[in-house]
């Protein structure tokens, strides 16, 4: 199955506001509310940061938020800091083949 | 408090076979949708496996499929993925993870094993 498409980079300085897209297509992001969005620091396991589009998991700050239009998802982290600094992957539901795909991930750099 | 952590991971040949397990604790595997994950060295997460918390529904990736096979014992609290007619391209990091939501599929892994590294080589 074809990736979702992640910018490879995105950038912000500490305080801003960086949002990053997911691009899919009408048989995942499009038609079914299964995105989800992880935080992956080098040599650590992923964290999961939102699920269901918007659910925010219990302990996630709530400057992480989630949305969705059309076939493109969005991940806003607003107020970064230096610690956000990591590697940043959506997941989608397929429904043509009831599989799961990922982005091939957006290296987030707070300036 | 909720704890998974891989084994069997290891170097084998291409064409070889390989079994990693995931042993569990803080939950039953029959409540959760459990998944297997990796990381190819450079490159981005890749979603592999899935088992359902009846345990009567897997999927896995076209990559795998065929090859790979998704399993667990709820008694012992061991999930495991044997890995058959392994590749170069199969080299990478393998993690398990829980589904978020109790029961059904989120598709949200919310806790996730440290990794278990599978390199394939001659």
């Known amino acids: 199955q074809s990736a979702l498409a992640q910018p490879p980079a995105a950038s912000g300085s500490p305080g801003q506001s960086v949002t990053i897209s997911c691009t899919g297509t009408?048989?995942?992001?499009?038609?079914?509310?299964?995105v989800s969005w992880y935080q992956h620091h080098p040599g650590k396991a992923p964290k999961l940061l939102i699920y269901?589009?918007?659910k925010r998991p219990s302990g996630v700050p709530t400057r992480f938020s989630g949305s969705k239009s059309g076939t493109t998802a969005s991940l806003t982290v607003s107020g970064l800091q230096a610690e956000d600094e990591a590697d940043y992957y959506c997941?989608?539901?397929?429904?043509?083949?009831?599989?799961?795909?990922f982005g091939g991930g957006t290296k987030l750099t707070v300036l | 408090q909720v704890q998974l952590v891989e084994s069997g991971g290891g170097l084998v040949k291409p064409g070889g076979s390989l079994r990693l397990s995931c042993a569990v604790s803080?939950?039953?595997?029959?409540?959760?949708?459990m998944n297997w994950m990796r990381q190819a060295p450079g490159k981005g997460l890749e979603w592999v496996a899935k088992?359902?918390?009846?345990?009567?529904?897997?999927k896995h990736a076209e990559s795998v499929r065929g090859r790979f096979t998704v399993s667990r014992d709820v008694a012992k609290n061991l999930l495991y993925l044997q890995m058959d007619s392994l590749r170069a391209e199969d080299t990478a990091v393998y993690y398990c993870?829980?589904?978020?939501?109790?029961?059904?599929?989120?598709?949200?892994?919310?806790?996730w094993g440290q990794g278990a590294l599978v390199a394939v080589s001659s």
């Open positions: 269901e589009v918007k």
């Open positions: 997941s989608s539901f397929v429904g043509r083949n009831n599989l799961v795909v």
């Open positions: 009408r048989n995942d992001v499009g038609d079914y509310n299964y």
């Open positions: 803080g939950f039953t595997l029959s409540d959760f949708y």
């Open positions: 088992i359902g918390s009846s345990g009567t529904f897997t």
């Open positions: 993870a829980r589904d978020a939501d109790y029961y059904y599929d989120s598709f949200g892994l919310l806790y």
